[in-house]
């Protein structure tokens, strides 16, 4: 860890947003991970996807479970709420805080373990739910805190450290996830901010339950030869589907349109996505077929990244529950307890 | 871009922005640090090797470093809470001097055995005071001629003692005949060829730019008693043939001369004390410190104001009329000052004191011996590398070489020159000057300790306490400036940001990871695909439009893109370094110091 704060000042040139903040105003304290850990770049993504999206630091909530990941929110957006819940447990306990407050802007952060073993139920019924969030999971394939043990999404066949060979079959939190229901769904890597920092924005402005798995490298314990989550691996093994630039306000695609050419995706809210093409005729569209892409590379010990499933008019829990559009929290104690009259006629009409 | 070659001793020696400005290139982050610690004798030895008058310029220096302090470009005043302002360096510099213990057996000596070179230095000023203890120190025997009694020149006569103690430029010139080989006498020089016909090895001129400029206007003869030139009346105060001025005084002029010419006036009577300058406030050539200073003796400073004419009264001089003037620029950006057609302002006064500049004079120096002089400035023709003139065994520095300058210059000239005299004496070239000596040193102490102070403190600059202006007014050798204390000074010595302890890049152990990158608060540090240098500054994390400052680029990444860091805004506080999972980037202290003559 380091024992400095970071210095107050800054490049006299940095930039504000339409808001008036700078992107230093959207830091949070010094990390105390490990020096090069890449939950570190995942935090400077949000930071900067957050500044990008001129969004009001005190209308995130930013909720965690159990782990190095779940340390990291105390990282970034220190002016927003924040909540380190149980292990495994922030899916339900975001749940409960969405359905209470609507208007925030919902981040859980959580890890391979955290999400893929002890949280496994609470993941898979927040996807099906169709929670209004951005999930990201900091997956680096080991326990970081208890000295680098396999986590339930190392591949089969990974080496540890000190040797040990992976025989389980790791779990695919992406392919989970479209399987289980989930509006947005991609992969990215923490050594490619390029990519990850738009894949961000445009997850925390989907109106859905949106999934970012995110392969960042555990440096202290799963950075070496015969891993799959090392930067050197992801490196030579990513197989970027497109490259995504997130536009808000419906502006025209601009006239120069890249080799691969491009996908414009109009959001409800009246913004666009726009996928550059890299994989020619992928669809993120497309649920079956972007399950069988994610299986084709992993067959050939690739890291499918990118956009990978989308679904262009979600709906969420809120719709679902036909929830009135006033946050239950703002709401008076008549209309939360409308009294015995109205608990009689409901009674009624269900005899 | 190329791959910076870091082995270049120039290349870091520029990151530290202090020392790259200063003529002489002290090591300024070191002494700081040692000030900081307390180490002050210590400090003080770093300055008197490199600068031979701490004391003295730690109050009188032009301070070309403060300008180029990295803290001007980096503090921001909403964190700060005042203005960007530079490290107070020079004053740093005098609280080494202030506060260090006897050095006298630190001080060098001259070999018991002199190597029999005689060399003859004309004026006793710090060029060629630089120059005596550089070559006495190894032998040479060397003889300063001053026409004043004693050693210092311009430091003794042209700088008031309310701002430069006597006892400071005695005790300084005592460490430099101490070492032993230096002679002084007094004796006005009127023929270089009477001296070369002496048996000199070598001379070198240091006789400064002597004569101040006048002003001939209508009146100028008739008001002769009441009109003197700056410099001159300034040596005469120093001396004590002056000791009174009139109640109403007009300063001309508007460099440092006029600043000490109007607040010496205000010690000998002066009650209505006026600088008067042709040019705008702004565009005066006297620091912004001592305009200051003389403004708060309730001195002020008209501008924009010709001088006319003096008008004469009963044969006594009693005021002078101005022009009104504007500043208009043609296109190349040109000044002229333009009258503006307002009535001529008439201001009344007893003495008037013209400080409009100094000229160089060489009457003495006959035309015939060999050394060849610029026809158009009439000054002698001087090689700015080796200062030696065109006759072999004639070197000139300090405002003798060039023209007015300051101090500081002055001992970094000396500083060449007798590296020049030395190799002319050894049969060696001139033009092959020795390399910078240059020290590298890991500043890493543990995992996340290091052997310097780096966290950044973003204190204001701390004011030096100044005697009360009554009391100051009183007396004239009443120092003004009472110096930082202990205290102060270790405030003012932690705003250095320690550009020396440099950032240091191994390509080869890097992942790539972005540590470094996501902690930098200044946006210094970048990964990307390599380019020219024009279309790689504005691809930056922060565009780097300084293009003064260099940039650092580090090749042989695994992805093949390169590293760049703009050293612009870099606070030196090694978070990059403490973030590195693998050691790419250390922490490593460059010493650089100038080689002198001899230490080659």
């Not at chain 2, 026409?147 to 003794?156: T, Y």
């Not at chain 2, 890991?442 to 052997?451: A, L, T």
Request: charged share 25%.
């Amino acid at each position: 860890m380091t024992y400095l704060t970071k210095p107050k000042l800054h490049h006299p040139a940095l930039k504000r947003n339409d808001i008036g903040f700078t992107r230093r105003d959207y830091e949070g304290a010094v990390s105390t991970l490990c020096a090069g850990c890449g939950h570190d770049s995942i935090s400077a993504s949000i930071v900067q996807a957050c500044f990008e999206l001129s969004i009001e630091p005190h209308r995130v909530a930013k909720l965690s479970g159990i782990g190095c990941s779940s340390k990291a929110p105390t990282y970034f957006l220190g002016d927003s709420h924040g909540f380190n819940t149980v292990h495994g447990r922030m899916p339900s306990v975001l749940t409960g805080a969405n359905l209470a407050n609507r208007e925030l802007i919902y981040m859980g952060v959580s890890g391979d373990g955290d999400s893929a073993s002890i949280g496994l139920g609470q993941f898979a019924h927040l996807m099906r739910r169709g929670v209004n969030m951005t999930y990201i999971v900091m997956n680096n394939g080991v326990y970081g805190l208890t000295k680098g043990q396999f986590s339930a999404t190392a591949d089969k066949g990974s080496v540890a450290k000190r040797g040990a060979v992976n025989n389980d079959a790791g779990i695919d939190l992406a392919s989970l996830a479209i399987i289980m229901g989930a509006s947005f769904v991609a992969r990215s890597f923490s050594g490619d901010k390029g990519q990850l920092t738009p894949l961000i924005k445009a997850a925390m402005s989907h109106p859905g339950a949106a999934i970012l798995d995110v392969v960042s490298p555990c440096v202290a314990f799963n950075n070496h030869a015969g891993s799959t989550k090392s930067y050197d691996f992801v490196r030579d093994h990513n197989a970027a589907v497109n490259r995504l630039d997130l536009i808000v306000g419906a502006e025209p695609m601009e006239a120069d349109v890249p080799p691969g050419g491009m996908i414009e995706v109009p959001q409800v809210d009246g913004s666009n996505l726009r996928l550059r093409r890299i994989t020619p005729d992928y669809d993120p569209s497309d649920k079956a077929g972007a399950l069988g892409f994610i299986q084709e590379k992993a067959a050939l010990g690739e890291v499918a990244t990118g956009l990978l499933y989308l679904e262009p008019l979600p709906r969420d829990l809120h719709g679902a529950l036909n929830t009135i559009p006033t946050p239950l929290n703002q709401l008076a104690e008549q209309d939360l307890c409308p009294g015995q009259a109205a608990l009689d006629a409901i009674n009624a009409s269900l005899r | 871009m190329r791959a910076t070659d870091i082995t270049d001793p120039n290349y870091f020696h520029k990151v530290v922005d202090c020392q790259w400005a200063c003529p002489a290139h002290t090591p300024v982050p070191e002494y700081i640090r040692l000030i900081a610690h307390g180490r002050y004798s210590d400090a003080y030895m770093i300055n008197w090797k490199s600068n031979v008058f701490p004391g003295i310029l730690g109050r009188t220096c032009d301070r070309p470093c403060e300008p180029a302090c990295r803290r001007t470009r980096v503090e921001d005043e909403t964190v700060v809470g005042a203005r960007k302002e530079p490290v107070a360096i020079c004053r740093l510099k005098r609280v080494a001097a202030d506060f260090k213990d006897d050095v006298s057996g630190l001080m060098p000596r001259a070999p018991e055995v002199s190597n029999g070179r005689k060399i003859a230095c004309i004026g006793a000023g710090p060029a060629s005071l630089t120059v005596a203890r550089d070559l006495a120190v190894m032998g040479y025997e060397v003889t300063l001629f001053d026409q004043n009694p004693q050693l210092g020149g311009m430091i003794r006569t042209q700088i008031p003692h309310f701002r430069l103690p006597v006892s400071v430029i005695d005790e300084e010139m005592d460490y430099i005949t101490s070492v032993g080989n230096i002679a002084f006498k007094q004796r006005e020089v009127d023929s270089l060829k009477a001296v070369l016909a002496e048996d000199w090895d070598a001379i070198f001129v240091g006789t400064g730019a002597p004569r101040g400029r006048d002003l001939a206007i209508p009146g100028r003869d008739a008001a002769a008693a009441n009109i003197h030139i700056g410099i001159d009346w300034l040596s005469s105060v120093s001396f004590g043939h002056v000791d009174t001025v009139g109640k109403k005084v007009i300063v001309l002029g508007g460099g440092n001369t006029a600043m000490d010419c109007c607040r010496t006036a205000r010690r000998l009577g002066g009650e209505t004390v006026k600088v008067i300058v042709r040019s705008g406030f702004e565009e005066m050539k006297a620091s912004p410190w001592e305009k200051d200073d003389a403004m708060a003796e309730d001195i002020p400073i008209l501008n924009f104001m010709t001088p006319k004419a003096f008008h004469v009264e009963d044969g006594r001089l009693v005021g002078m009329t101005f022009e009104t003037v504007r500043a208009e620029y043609d296109e190349k950006g040109r000044r002229s000052l333009v009258p503006t057609g307002d009535p001529d302002p008439y201001v009344e006064c007893d003495d008037v004191l013209v400080a409009i500049g100094q000229e160089n004079a060489f009457p003495w120096i006959e035309r015939d011996i060999g050394l060849e002089f610029d026809a158009r400035w009439d000054m002698p023709v001087v090689d700015r590398v080796t200062l030696q003139s065109t006759h072999p065994k004639v070197f000139f520095g300090g405002d003798a070489a060039f023209g007015p300058e300051n101090i500081i210059w002055a001992a970094a000239h000396g500083h060449d020159a007798a590296i020049s005299i030395h190799k002319l004496l050894e049969g060696e070239d001139l033009k092959d000057r020795p390399a910078p000596l240059m020290d590298v040193v890991s500043q890493k102490m543990g995992i996340h300790e290091w052997s310097y102070d780096n966290d950044i403190r973003v204190d204001p600059r701390f004011k030096v306490p100044h005697r009360a202006l009554e009391e100051s007014l009183a007396n004239l050798s009443a120092e003004v400036e009472l110096g930082f204390d202990p205290v102060l000074a270790f405030k003012e010595a932690q705003r250095c940001l320690n550009c020396d302890i440099q950032t240091v890049f191994a390509p080869k152990l890097c992942i790539e990871c972005d540590a470094c990158v996501d902690i930098c608060p200044m946006d210094s540090i970048t990964f990307a695909d390599n380019g020219e240098e024009q279309d790689l500054r504005l691809r930056l994390t922060a565009p780097a439009l300084n293009a003064d400052q260099d940039l650092y680029i580090g090749e042989g990444l695994p992805t093949g893109r390169v590293m760049v860091k703009d050293e612009d805004v870099c606070l030196h506080c090694g978070l990059c370094a403490e973030r590195c999972p693998t050691g790419a980037w250390d922490m490593r202290k460059y010493f650089i110091e100038m080689t002198h003559a001899g230490q080659a």
